[in-house]
């Protein structure tokens, strides 16, 4: 045999029994053990949460809107009309079935914790087809330890699906693009499509590979993977076109969210749109009327949904600079490692819940830079140019996510290849430092270290830890629980420099559950520079009214002397006097606030009632005409009318 022959038979046989050596078998005993340890300590978190406040499907947010819409298709509402859907509905129908089948929530997230499991065994198996065994190993235990993953399944919420989804149509297009089987790719796309109903960012990103296989001239397996997509995607359009009489392939809000992320001011995050309430249902009910009221005429939902992004597209072309700048920062935000809360916060359950995520301390600060170095400079060599079509989903999802706004749950898809990535960086570090082949990881260590700053810089965002404590205080007060409630204030007001902010806050849901006495402790403790005159006009009345007059003097003299010329302060002021019995300043102040509203009778009467007991008759007969003229049926009047004939 030739030298050069045997040269290359040697090569062929070390990178076989490479290969081999990569790939070998794995004792079944060692994986059950690792997927059951993966799926108990999911379960521990899930028991750990199951019963806190904010998490419960009665708590408000995404869950509530998604626990009631579960329950009407549980009731046989299957349609849910008449209009489009106002969430992603995939998970909508998961949830009924799951609940329906079992009628417990603690199930549920059981079933979310195995889904999740499949998962990290879908990562694990992705892994070792492009880097190995070891790097498989790697893998799992980054994705076993990352908290979000774990964090999210224990919710009732449409991101629980996330990771299971992500993981499970990668590893199909893993095996697609090394077995060269389109039946694999065909897969990809039905769950990219079906994933599509749960998180519609990922109809975006799927186009992008199939942009990324024709650019390559891989006309089948773009055509594979589009008409999975379309075969996904197939029963959301069915329902719109058959309940709503609308074509369009998703919900309703992806205008709105789009015009979220792209308008005058928009900085990269969610932001409240002026007329439109906060909320799932508030995005329902507002978004067409908006959308009404600026065109004239009545909308369908989808028509509502393309007025916003009409507003978006003219602003981009009025400011292609602005918009260009901002898309540029929104894609860097999706790679930062800020969590960003909506609507729940992550670090807030994993600093100051009793769970064990905190014990779970991988995630996007160390995911993003090992990820990304592993993706670029670690891809392997055999199949290379396959791995570039599949790692293209990395830069296709964070375009997809940067179109609209940045949040913790959106890029959660994201992690799952960064896991991937991680793990052959790992690997590869490793084998380099073995073989002592030190040089060869310079460049790739810098540009990890480089990222890794950048990644873990502060932001202007906030990880909304602070607001989600204020949220737990007031829902403590809603289920009656108010020594726990107390506790929350304490810890609260510490960490916050804006003292007293908190305790108006409770105080205000004090309000709201009827318990007074508590509300006023906490307003008198609020009041100070930063309060609102309201604020202490509150503080005032609830002290008259648990307390004394005398003792609400002060409050109400004080709101006074924040803004004299609201007639509110004034005649409350004056009504207090008044039970004082200090006829004079009471008069004085109740005239300043017909000076201010002459359209209150309640102001008129009262101030003829300080005329008269001053001896002033024809003063306050004068007074009392005026308000019987506005309103005939005032009480203080029509008694003084009685006494005054």
């Known amino acids: 045999m030739p030298k050069k022959s045997a040269a290359v038979s040697a090569g062929v046989s070390d990178v076989t029994a490479g290969s081999q050596e990569r790939q070998g078998t794995v004792p079944i005993l060692l994986l059950v053990c690792f997927f059951g340890f993966c799926l108990i300590q999911k379960i521990v978190v899930i028991f750990q949460l199951r019963h806190h406040p904010l998490v419960q499907t009665g708590a408000g947010l995404d869950t509530t809107a998604y626990a009631e819409l579960a329950e009407r298709v549980i009731g046989g509402d299957w349609g849910l009309g008449p209009g489009l859907y106002y969430v992603s509905p995939l998970y909508i129908y998961v949830l009924a079935a799951c609940r329906g089948l079992t009628g417990s929530y603690t199930a549920v997230r059981l079933i979310q914790a195995v889904l999740g499991t499949v998962g990290i065994a879908a990562i694990v198996w992705t892994t070792r087809e492009w880097f190995g065994r070891r790097a498989a190993w790697i893998a799992g235990i980054l994705a076993a330890f990352t908290g979000l993953f774990t964090f999210y399944e224990a919710l009732i919420l449409q991101t629980s699906l996330d990771v299971f989804l992500t993981a499970s149509a990668l590893l199909c297009l893993t095996l697609a693009l090394k077995r060269h089987d389109q039946r694999w790719m065909l897969a990809t796309g039905l769950i990219f499509g079906i994933q599509t109903m749960n998180r519609p960012n990922i109809a975006i990103a799927a186009a992008g590979l199939v942009v990324v296989m024709l650019a390559r001239r891989r006309w089948r397996p773009a055509l594979m993977l589009t008409a999975g997509m379309l075969l996904g995607l197939s029963p959301a359009v069915a329902r719109n076109i058959v309940v709503s009489h609308q074509f369009s392939l998703l919900s309703s809000h992806g205008g709105l969210n789009f015009y979220i992320g792209n308008h005058e001011g928009a900085d990269g995050f969610y932001q409240i749109v002026p007329g439109i309430t906060p909320s799932i249902k508030g995005q329902q009910e507002d978004t067409r009327r908006v959308a009404e009221r600026a065109l004239g005429h009545a909308v369908t939902d989808a028509q509502a949904s393309d007025y916003f992004v009409n507003l978006s597209v003219s602003w981009m072309a009025a400011h292609p600079g602005d918009a260009l700048l901002l898309m540029v920062r929104k894609f860097g935000l999706v790679f930062h490692a800020q969590h960003i809360a909506l609507p729940y916060s992550y670090p807030f359950y994993q600093y100051d819940v009793p769970t064990w995520l905190r014990f779970y301390v991988i995630g996007p600060w160390l995911l993003v830079p090992l990820g990304l170095v592993g993706l ?18 990395v830069p296709c999802y964070a375009a997809a996510v940067a179109l609209f706004f940045m949040s913790e749950r959106y890029r959660l898809p994201l992690l799952v290849p960064l896991v991937v990535g991680a793990g052959g960086a790992i690997d590869a570090l490793i084998q380099h430092v073995t073989s002592r082949q030190l040089r060869a990881l310079a460049v790739p260590v810098v540009v990890a270290v480089v990222i890794g700053v950048l990644v873990n810089t502060r932001t202007s965002a906030n990880d909304g830890r602070f607001a989600e404590g204020v949220r737990m205080a007031h829902q403590l007060v809603l289920i009656g629980r108010f020594d726990e409630t107390e506790g929350w204030v304490d810890r609260l007001e510490a960490a916050t420099p ?53 003792a609400a003097e002060s409050y109400f003299r004080h709101a006074v002397e924040m803004d004299p010329q609201k007639a509110d302060a004034r005649q409350q002021y004056g009504l207090n006097l008044l039970v004082l019995n200090r006829f004079d300043e009471a008069s004085r102040e109740l005239a300043a606030a017909v000076a201010i509203d002459p359209q209150n009778a309640g102001s008129l009467s009262h101030l003829a009632y300080c005329e008269a007991k001053l001896g002033r008759l024809p003063e306050a007969r004068q007074h009392l005409a005026a308000a019987l003229a506005i309103d005939p049926n005032d009480r203080m009047a029509r008694q003084l009318a009685a006494v005054l004939k």
């Open 498 to 550: 804006l003292k007293g902010t908190v305790h108006a806050s409770v105080a205000r849901q004090y309000l709201q559950a009827q318990q007074p006495e508590r509300a006023l402790a906490h307003l008198t403790k609020s009041l100070g520079s930063r309060s609102s005159q309201d604020d202490w006009l509150t503080t005032g009345r609830l002290t008259a009214e648990l307390t004394t007059a005398d």
């Open 376 to 393: 670029v400079f670690f891809a392997p060599r055999r199949g290379r140019r396959d791995f570039l079509v599949w790692a293209a989903f």
